[in-house]
């Protein structure tokens, strides 16, 4: 089956500067990659998301780049804020619904002011 | 428009105790999903639907059943439940929307057996 491993575990930034996270993936089939964010006690939400016939994707402050050869995916967040503080996840699926996701075991970032 | 429900939000067990995990949407998704998530980890699949009367086994299924009987609702029961299942659970729906498809979980279900 698919196996998601992410880094860091823990990143601290300083506001303003740039955090990335990095994802690796296991399975070659896997065409779908989502990235949650989830704050202490809630539940996962979806910021942004990249399919396999797509190199990057951005929203806004967030971008997600695939690299398919190499099987890793990246989130950037540019311009940190202290609302960015959250735990940040990587899952990726090999099915169109999107809905039999891996997840990777998580990133805490810190957004220090 | 309520999105993705669960109840209870807190349950404590005895070992070998069983119970049912409620799930429900209203947004007609077809697609739906129980995942678990222990403390510091990310979430594991147990179970998933793609339409009513259509479940099959995730990532970690031992232990737990589903039915899909309707599209709204996708409840996870635990058989005989032990302290290794305790963990918060995550239902979640998602639906094909402008290309992407977009997942919603539900708030959570914190289950403790002791």
């Known amino acids: 089956g698919e196996n998601v491993e992410q880094h860091p575990s823990t990143l601290s930034v300083q506001e303003g500067d740039s955090a990335v996270i990095k994802c690796t993936y296991s399975?070659?089939?896997?065409?779908?990659f989502p990235w949650y964010k989830q704050e202490l006690g809630k539940r996962p939400q979806l910021i942004i998301d990249?399919?396999?016939?797509?190199g990057e994707k951005k929203d806004q402050r967030i971008a997600v780049t695939l690299n398919k050869t190499a099987k890793h995916f990246s989130l950037h967040i540019t311009e940190t804020q202290p609302e960015d503080s959250a735990v940040y996840f990587c899952a990726a699926s090999n099915n169109n619904a999107g809905n039999m996701l891996t997840f990777g075991g998580g990133t805490r970032l810190m957004v220090k002011p | 428009n309520a999105g993705v429900t669960q109840t209870p939000k807190f349950q404590v067990l005895k070992t070998g105790q069983s119970m049912t995990l409620q799930c429900a949407q209203d947004m007609n998704h077809e697609y739906m999903s129980w995942y678990r998530q222990d403390p510091g980890m990310g979430l594991r699949l147990i179970h998933y639907?793609?339409?009513?009367?259509?479940?099959d086994q995730g990532e970690v299924p031992n232990g737990y059943n589903v039915s899909r009987s309707t599209t709204e609702d996708f409840p996870l029961r635990l058989l005989s439940a032990a302290p290794s299942q305790t963990s918060v659970y995550f239902c979640?729906?998602?639906?094909?929307?402008?290309?992407?498809?977009?997942?919603?979980f539900g708030p959570g279900t914190r289950l403790t057996v002791t």
């Open positions: 399975d070659s089939a896997s065409n779908y």
């Open positions: 639907s793609v339409g009513a009367g259509i479940t």
């Open positions: 990249i399919r396999s016939n797509v």
């Open positions: 979640a729906s998602s639906i094909l929307a402008g290309g992407t498809y977009e997942q919603y």
